[in-house]
């Protein structure tokens, strides 16, 4: 009797397996391939999946485009094409016109690009992780040191093996290609080493919040090794999407370009959600996208004269992690905004509850004025945080 009982469990057991639809094999090329602007971006809801394949071909019928890459982005229910124009029928703009009008169609946008924002470094080093010192961190550090927030770092790719980063990288995902090996990459090591570095190695450096739990999440590629990184709004939005489904607090976007319809709408997701989004202001007077998106709180360097923009941090000559082990200086905005995240991890630990709205609020009323720049003050920004007289 048991094995007639075991025959029909395994029989119920096939029949169910075999039931399950199943899973969709989506075209996907590498963020490289797809970064020239002969490519369009094009979303449709995401309500019936068994139909994305036939829209994408009625699409091509009738437009002069050539479907080449495709994802969902379920944090808001779409559906991303990505199209490469056909040569010599339509202009960029002929197409999006035309593909605008279509009620198919929920979105259209050109490809953009974006880049890591980085200063040359051109002044002598300052003593080692001035910046650190500068925003109280040391100080901080016996209230809170971020401790469970989780931080997407949406960057190029961090160096997950360096000493300093090993222990405090739980995910690692690359949006860029379909390489299983990968160098670590400069800009997003640096990023990651500022916000996170640990603390109790007893080597290297300290992180602004060196218990934060890091995602490293490559939106961005260096070409040639070292050289600013380049990202589009395809793998820039591929990451977003899987940020948002990852239970993150703080989202770290030091890199900067034109204003993004699609990932505008995955900011605006996040920023329902509670998410703190920290994006690099830029080294010019306007901010660059998204740090200018309302809501994205924008870090400038505090090098900056004049009245501070946005939230300033420490930006020239900053310690860091670099790829290989090793250790480098680094300037600009992109880790002026590595502070500020760190800064938003160690406030999250102490108060989890602060929406992004009142965590903004308490950065910029927390501005100190230490030797020649003005900064954000991490001490301050909590006892801000907690209508508190206590300082650390």
């Keep these: 009797m048991r094995a007639v009982f075991t025959t029909l469990a395994l029989l119920v057991l096939t029949a169910c397996a075999a039931a399950e639809p199943p899973q969709p094999e989506w075209r996907l090329l590498p963020a490289t391939v797809v970064a020239g602007d002969e490519h369009l971006i ?9 139909r994305l394949a036939a829209t994408a071909a009625a699409l091509e019928a009738d437009h002069p485009i050539t479907l080449v890459s495709e994802w969902p982005l379920a944090a808001i229910s779409v559906h991303c094409y990505v199209f490469r124009l056909t040569a010599g029928q339509a202009s960029a703009a002929e197409a999006i016109d035309g593909l605008s009008r279509d009620e198919r169609v929920r979105t259209v946008q050109p490809m953009q690009d974006f880049g890591t924002l980085t200063a040359e470094y051109t002044d002598e080093l300052f003593d080692l992780q001035d910046g650190l010192h500068a925003i109280n961190g040391p100080r901080m550090h016996g209230l809170t040191t971020g401790r469970g927030v989780r931080v997407a770092v949406i960057d190029t790719l961090a160096d997950a093996d360096h000493p300093d980063l090993a222990t405090r990288v739980q995910i690692a995902r690359d949006f860029v290609g379909n390489r299983e090996q990968l160098t670590a990459e400069v800009h997003g090591t640096a990023i990651a080493g500022v916000i996170a570095a640990d ?3 007893r080597q290297g450096m300290v992180g602004v919040a060196p218990d934060a739990e890091i995602l490293v999440l490559r939106a961005c590629w260096e070409e040639p090794a070292g050289s600013p990184g380049r990202c589009t709004s395809f793998s820039l939005a591929r990451a977003l999407n899987f940020a948002l489904g990852q239970d993150v607090d703080v989202v770290n976007l030091s890199l900067g370009g034109p204003h993004d319809p699609l990932m505008a709408e995955l900011v605006e997701a996040m920023l329902a959600r509670g998410v703190v989004v920290v994006a690099a202001h830029g080294e010019d007077a306007a901010p660059r996208f998204p740090a ?8 400038t360097s505090a090098l900056a004269s004049g009245a501070p923009v946005g939230v300033p941090a420490p930006g020239t000559d900053i310690l860091s992690a670099a790829p290989g082990n090793g250790f480098d200086f680094y300037s600009g905005s992109s880790v002026a905004a590595a502070h500020v995240s760190g800064i938003a991890a160690l406030l999250l630990e102490s108060r989890p509850e602060l929406s992004p709205a009142a965590l903004r609020e308490a950065l910029t009323a927390a501005l100190r004025v230490p030797p020649d720049t003005v900064t954000v003050d991490a001490c301050a920004a909590l006892q801000a945080a907690t209508a508190s007289s206590k300082r650390c």
């Design 199 to 201: 603390a109790s190695n």
């Design 292 to 299: 200018s998106h309302p809501g994205v709180i924008a870090a």
């Design 42 to 50: 094009v979303t449709v809801p995401l309500d019936d999946p068994a």
